[in-house]
């Protein structure tokens, strides 16, 4: 089952994930999709970067009727970024079923937000625990016809105190409802809440962490100091780039604002992220597979679900803030038995997260140290660990 095609989808969503352009399930996709389509309650172990969003977003908007004026599946999530982040994808995903999706979250106008509920459009509701609740108890958030209930970031919401809203949300949900539990770990808690509330023949849908063939992909990292790190970056750009190359930001405004440097330094660059239309999406990706852009610069979430061929060497402009999401950007490269190149660019005040890259990845990475910032000493690693260092004056 290598295509969504493949999959018990329609050819509204087919339609409407190949714009976004997914080509590929990943393994969450692969296992919580069909188990999801046939009704059935899901606890699914995966960490972020595993596209776990598509993994129980695509069954909500397959199940869903637009046509019919009431909330019909609720998403909880722990943060306000990642309320409207999910919330927008959903809206992709449903472009072609005309689904309509609300985000409600804290930090926001709450009264805004029940002027849309009053409205009557919206089918799904995707939102923080604290907001959803206040909702509820004001009496604008009905959930008396909700289908579908999904709880993302489990484990996160449960670090974050948040299990006596999220109990108090679980039990003014209908009982004949479907549940769909994510968690990058399973906690007691979690285990306990799903016993309480999900149905006892419930599936359990666990997906190992992506490991990444260090033989076949050399890895680098080089420690800048902030105001030199742009610099430091074309450089080692303009000496190591062939072929395709996709350059990883944590924000959209950096892929915007990188692209742009890149193109006034002579690269052949263009960015893509979430506030990109479908049309200068499609348009991008078309002409990096064509081999008419050489540089992509992404963010994590738009890169997601891409299945490019051939690319020669993927750049960590940022460093992510979780190990998955590294190894998830340099298996980029290094695929179908081809060698790979993945070169990443971090500062002191990120020491912290290469040294839990290197820890939990265990893959040779050659670290060059430009900055004048001294680096820590730190244990010796085991021999899969890092190589001796390098270090060179700026």
């Known amino acids: 089952m290598s295509k969504f095609s493949q999959l018990p989808i329609s050819k509204q969503v087919l339609n409407s994930i190949s714009k976004m352009g997914y080509e ?21 172990q995966a960490q972020t970067g595993t596209g776990k969003t598509a993994a129980f977003g695509i069954p909500l908007i397959e199940k869903v009727n637009p046509r019919a004026r009431k909330i019909q599946a609720l998403v909880l999530v722990p943060t306000r970024e990642l309320a409207i ?36 459009n919206d089918v799904i509701i995707v939102g923080t625990p604290g907001r959803v609740k206040d909702l509820i108890e004001r009496g604008f958030l009905k959930l008396d016809n909700v289908d579908m209930f999904v709880l993302d970031e489990a484990d996160r919401m449960l670090d974050m105190g948040f299990i006596e809203d999220i109990e108090f949300i679980m039990s003014n949900l209908p009982e004949n409802k479907q549940t769909l539990l994510f968690s990058a770990t399973m906690p007691k808690e979690i285990l306990n809440l799903a016993e309480k509330f999900l149905n006892e023949d419930y599936a359990f849908v666990k997906v190992v962490p992506e490991k990444i063939t260090v033989e076949k992909i050399k890895q680098k990292a080089y420690r800048v100091d902030s105001n030199k790190k742009l610099e430091t970056f074309i450089k080692v750009l303009k000496e190591t780039q062939e072929g395709k190359a996709i350059v990883f930001t944590k924000t959209k405004k950096m892929a915007d604002e990188l692209a742009k440097r890149l193109k006034e330094h002579g690269f052949n660059a263009d960015a893509i992220h979430g506030d990109f239309s479908q049309a200068k999406r499609e348009k991008v990706l078309r002409s990096f597979r064509e081999g008419k852009l050489d540089i992509l610069v992404a963010t994590d979430v738009a890169a997601r679900g891409l299945d490019i061929k051939d690319v020669k060497v993927v750049y960590n402009f940022d460093l992510p ?41 265990k893959a040779p990475i050659e670290l060059i140290n430009l900055s004048s910032n001294p680096l820590k000493k730190q244990r010796p690693n085991n021999k899969k660990g890092f190589k001796r260092r390098k270090f060179l004056r700026a």
């Open 321 to 361: 803030n979780d190990t998955e999401s590294y190894v998830h950007r340099v298996g980029r490269t290094g695929r179908a038995g081809n060698e790979g190149l993945a070169i990443s660019f971090f500062t002191p005040d990120e020491d912290i997260f290469f040294t839990r890259i290197l820890k939990v990845t």
């Open 85 to 120: 982040q999910v919330a927008k994808e959903l809206k992709d995903i449903g472009r072609s079923k005309k689904v309509f999706v609300l985000s409600v979250y804290g930090g926001k106008s709450i009264q805004h937000q029940i002027k849309f509920l009053k409205k009557g």
């Open 24 to 44: 590929n399930p990943t393994e969450i996709q692969k296992k919580a999709i069909p188990i999801a389509l046939e009704g059935k309650d899901i606890i699914a």
